[in-house]
């Protein structure tokens, strides 16, 4: 396991987590009195036209303040089940999370108003966050040019539907890194942003740390993995597979996918 630069204090504990989604297959007969009969006999209480996908196999770690930990692994390997579990977002179908402080979750999916102004949607996500109104004004235009969506004109005026992928993740992000987290995790938000951002997000995380946060960051970017990590996690088939210091899993991870 890597060192922690905070007194070995967890922030966070997973302990033989797994989760399970139930998807609906369309077939289960629904409203009829027999498949009422077979889903409270059927055992695990699933009825027939539900199919489990077992999402994340007992995982385990313990992480601390001031790491920042990456997890990677191949699409579909349990990654961002795992964040939303951290972040009390699914629950454990066995095992338990446990926290230290409150998780925040970003994603690049992460819920923002898209009819509303990149200004509105700044003053929102940051009141979401905890942050008063006078918080939110003093950081605003450093939120803005963070972002760097006003680079190429009055962006942050215009309603978010207007934005590329990108300018949306970059601004969420902004919004989330402007304030300190006990434990922030962020889903391949720096894989959206030009080289000029991923350093700034780079750096702000290194804070982030030094204010005894601890970083969970997903992404199928080695280079980003290994310029802000010094941990990562390794998934697959929602087993972990390694847990390490980033240069050993990096390359072993590597390795194996060619």
């Given at each position: 396991?890597?060192?922690?630069?905070?007194?070995?204090?967890?922030?966070?504990?997973?302990?033989?987590?797994?989760?399970?989604?139930?998807?609906?297959?369309?077939?289960?007969?629904?409203?009829?009195?027999?498949?009422?009969?077979?889903k409270?006999?059927?055992?695990?209480?699933?009825?027939?036209?539900?199919?489990?996908?077992?999402?994340?196999?007992?995982?385990?770690?313990?992480?601390?303040r001031?790491?920042?930990?990456?997890?990677?692994?191949?699409?579909?390997?349990?990654?961002?089940?795992?964040?939303?579990?951290i972040?009390?977002?699914?629950?454990?179908?066995?095992?338990?999370?446990?926290?230290?402080?409150?998780?925040?979750?970003?994603?690049?999916?992460?819920?923002?108003?898209n009819?509303?102004?990149?200004?509105?949607?700044?003053?929102?996500?940051?009141l979401?966050?905890?942050?008063?109104?006078?918080?939110?004004?003093?950081?605003?235009?450093?939120?803005?040019?963070?972002?760097?969506?006003?680079?190429?004109?009055?962006?942050?005026?215009?309603?978010?539907?207007?934005?590329?992928?990108?300018?949306?993740a970059?601004?969420?992000?902004?919004?989330?890194?402007?304030?300190d987290?006990?434990?922030?995790?962020?889903?391949?938000?720096?894989?959206?942003?030009?080289?000029?951002?991923q350093?700034?997000?780079?750096?702000?995380?290194?804070?982030?740390?030094?204010?005894?946060?601890?970083?969970?960051?997903?992404?199928?970017?080695?280079?980003?993995?290994?310029?802000?990590?010094?941990?990562?996690?390794?998934?697959?088939?929602?087993?972990?597979l390694?847990?390490?210091?980033?240069?050993?899993?990096v390359?072993?991870?590597?390795?194996?996918?060619?």
């Open positions: 396991m890597a060192e922690n630069n905070q007194g070995h204090i967890p922030t966070v504990i997973a302990d033989d987590v797994h989760i399970v989604y139930r998807v609906n297959t369309g077939s289960s007969g629904k409203g009829s009195a027999t498949a009422a009969l077979s409270i006999v059927r055992r695990g209480g699933d009825s027939p036209g539900v199919r489990r996908v077992h999402a994340v196999r007992g995982v385990s770690f313990t992480a601390y001031g790491e920042a930990i990456g997890v990677i692994g191949s699409n579909g390997s349990g990654k961002s089940t795992l964040l939303r579990a972040a009390g977002l699914l629950p454990c179908e066995s095992g338990k999370v446990y926290t230290d402080g409150q998780p925040s979750l970003l994603g690049v999916n992460a819920a923002l108003m009819d509303l102004t990149g200004e509105r949607n700044v003053v929102l996500g940051g979401a966050m905890g942050m008063s109104r006078e918080q939110i004004r003093e950081r605003y235009q450093d939120i803005v040019e963070f972002s760097g969506i006003n680079e190429k004109g009055d962006f942050i005026s215009l309603p978010m539907r207007t934005y590329s992928s990108g300018m949306a970059r601004l969420r992000f902004s919004i989330a890194a402007s304030k987290h006990d434990v922030l995790m962020i889903d391949e938000a720096l894989a959206t942003g030009d080289r000029k951002f350093v700034r997000s780079e750096a702000r995380i290194r804070e982030l740390r030094k204010k005894a946060g601890t970083v969970f960051l997903v992404s199928h970017n080695n280079n980003s993995i290994r310029d802000t990590c010094d941990r990562v996690l390794w998934l697959e088939r929602g087993e972990l390694m847990d390490g210091p980033t240069a050993e899993v390359a072993a991870y590597e390795k194996a996918t060619g």
